[in-house]
């Protein structure tokens, strides 16, 4: 009887310090794995842009790519230009995109796809560039500061690309389709900007033809605000 009670009593004091071992291991996975910080929440701004001018749409010397942006206008932390480079393509003797919006410290990898040699040519002062690009080569080419730069192959004088240097990474590129109805024409280009912090921003169009317009628009997390535009000149 002693014999038994006392295989018992072990048990007891092994299944105990057992479930003390698992429990301290559990705390120790717990204590060493940090905790994700929650998502900030975030907002978005959509809407549709309508041109009364017309526009070119087809060709190398298209004007249907549109540039929309929001600039915070206070209080909004920017983050940092991602390290990895966008690549442009010099594919059929055209830059592919033609526009190119991009955060100031972003780099632009270009690529020649063709079979023939291609050049990269830029006056602006913030990243002068006059580079050949034989068939399959790749150069990067970095874009510190904010601004338009208009870029050419110098070999190929109708190969053109715009690349619109931001400061702040909410922007996107979207291009003007034609549209018909109550007996006039005119072009529409549909955008949407994801993952804007809740704050006061400066919308703001650009496009190689038509003037820029801005307007004021709040975000608020979880919700997409609602714009319309239209740009007649």
């Excluded at 002693?2 to 698992?22: C, F, H, I, K």
């Excluded at 009364?52 to 983050?79: C, M």
């Excluded at 601004?147 to 050419?152: H, Y």
């Excluded at 994801?194 to 997390?221: I, R």
């Amino acid at each position: 009887m002693r014999y038994v009670l006392a295989l018992g009593l072990a048990a007891a004091a092994l299944t105990l310090q057992l479930a003390e071992s698992s429990a301290r291991r559990v705390l120790a996975r717990a204590t060493e794995a940090p905790l994700e910080a929650p998502s900030p929440k975030t907002g978005s701004v959509a809407g549709v842009v309508r041109s009364l001018a017309r526009l070119k749409t087809r060709g190398e010397t298209s004007e249907r790519d549109l540039v929309v942006h929001l600039a915070p206008q206070s209080g909004t932390q920017v983050p940092a230009a991602p390290s990895e480079a966008l690549v442009v393509k010099q594919v059929k003797l055209q830059f592919d995109p033609h526009v190119l919006p991009v955060q100031a410290g972003t780099k632009v990898a270009f690529t020649n796809d063709d079979s023939v040699t291609h050049n990269v040519f830029s006056q602006e002062e913030c990243c002068k560039v006059d580079r050949d690009m034989a068939a399959n080569e790749r150069a990067e080419v970095a874009f510190p500061k904010a601004g338009v730069v208009p870029i050419v192959c110098r070999l190929h004088p109708d190969m053109s690309l715009w690349v619109i240097v931001l400061d702040h990474p909410w922007f996107t590129r979207t291009e003007f389709a034609k549209v018909e109805g109550e007996g006039e024409k005119a072009y529409e280009a549909r955008f949407r900007i994801d993952g804007v912090p809740p704050g006061t921003y400066t919308l703001t169009t650009w496009n190689k033809k038509l003037a820029a317009v801005t307007q004021t628009v709040t975000v608020t997390a979880d919700a997409v605000m609602e714009v319309a535009l239209t740009l007649d000149k």
